[in-house]
Every structure is written in C-alpha cells, then in structure tokens.
C-alpha cells in the first residue's frame, strides 16, 4: 500500500513516547509498503528520503507565535494539506490512505478524505479528557471537539490498548466495531494493516 501517515512528533522531535512509538510502525511498514511521514518541523521545510519505501515530510508552521495549541494546528493546517495533495498529484503512485495520529491533523485530514476520496484512520494515543486538569475549559471543550470530529470523519479509529478502546467508545459515543485494538506488540504490523484494510473496504 502506499500510506501517509500524519503526526505532530516524530523522531528527532520527540515530546513523548508517541514519536517513537510512529517511528516503530513507520520502519515497520515501509519494509513492504511505501510510506510518506507528513510531521511538524521547526526549521524551513525538508524532505528526507530514508529508503526506497519511506520519506519524512516537515513541515513547519507559517504563522508565529500561537496562544494555544488549537490556532497552532490550525494555522498549520494548510500546509500540512498542500504537502499531501503534492502527494496524491505528483508523487507517481495515489496514496491508499491516510493515518492521523492525535487531533492535531484530524480537520486537515477530513477534508483531504472529502477530495480525494481517501480513507482515514486516526489513531488515539490518549485523550484530552484525560490529559488536561480542566476538560470543562474552553480550550479543554475545543480540543476535545476536534478529537471527536476526528472519531466522527474518520473510517476506523486504532487504539493501543483495551481501556483506551473503552473509553474512546464511551467518551465519543462511537460503536465498539469502529474502534480497533492495536497494541505494540509482535502482531502490531499486522494489526495495523487489518485495520487499514477494513479502513479501506468501508470508504
């Protein structure tokens, strides 16, 4: 297949154990499918071919300074966009389909589901109801929002563990059939890819 995969840390920009955790499954994969890393970059934009399989698009974000993290992911959103469009235009081979990891590209990657007609994925690796201390704040509601209208546009929704299943069904109200467990495991490529397939088959 060929996958873009669409995340806001990725190696050597690491915040938290997500970077490495996509890194993982980006080696992984690229071993028989080609793989496009669209992430955020602080510097001027770079494209890294890594392998014949795989190539890291960074992106940075045309607007500074940002109050919160909402105007940062929107105001990055464009870019992020145009990078993945030049993907599907001119990169010789039409991508299968698109894999958000987190809500901070989950807007941008509905509307490229919408143009393209592309299936998308969005893998949650926590939630904001659980990461922040006031989830009733504005900010709090806005994010979560976002990270619902991502469970809500995306085809299949990847979890890495039983309770994060759980919880993404209760907190967005989404039927378990939706929501798949894939836990970083021997059986993770594998897992990933079975729910790309059915990713796929309901586009």
């Known amino acids: 297949m060929n996958i873009a995969i669409l995340t806001w840390e990725y190696p050597p920009r690491i915040v938290g154990e997500m970077a490495l955790y996509v890194q993982k499954l980006v080696l992984g994969l690229s071993q028989e499918n080609d793989i496009s890393v669209i992430t ?7 494209r890294e071919q890594v392998s014949n ?3 890291v698009h960074r992106v940075p974000n045309p607007v500074e300074p940002h109050m919160t993290p909402v105007t940062w992911a929107a105001s990055l959103t464009a870019e992020i966009q145009r990078i993945v469009a030049n993907l599907q235009y001119d990169g010789g081979r039409k991508l299968d389909i698109l894999d958000t990891h987190e809500w901070q590209f989950a807007a941008a990657t509905a509307a490229l589901k919408r143009a393209f007609g592309l299936p998308f994925v969005i ?11 006031d989830p009733s704040s504005p900010l709090g509601i806005c994010i979560e929002s976002l990270e619902r209208f991502g469970v809500y546009e995306s085809n299949c929704v990847i979890t890495r563990s039983k309770w994060m299943k759980s919880e993404v069904e209760r907190v967005h109200q989404v039927p378990s059939s939706k929501v798949q467990l894939v836990m ?10 079975r ?7 309901l586009q």
């Open 184 to 193: 970083d495991s021997d059986s993770l490529l594998k897992e990933t890819l």
């Open 53 to 55: 399989n795989l190539e």
């Open 40 to 46: 955020f970059h602080d510097a001027p934009y770079d």
């Open 195 to 201: 729910a790309y397939g059915d990713a796929i088959r």
């Open 123 to 133: 893998t949650l690796h926590s939630l904001e109801r659980h990461r922040t201390s």
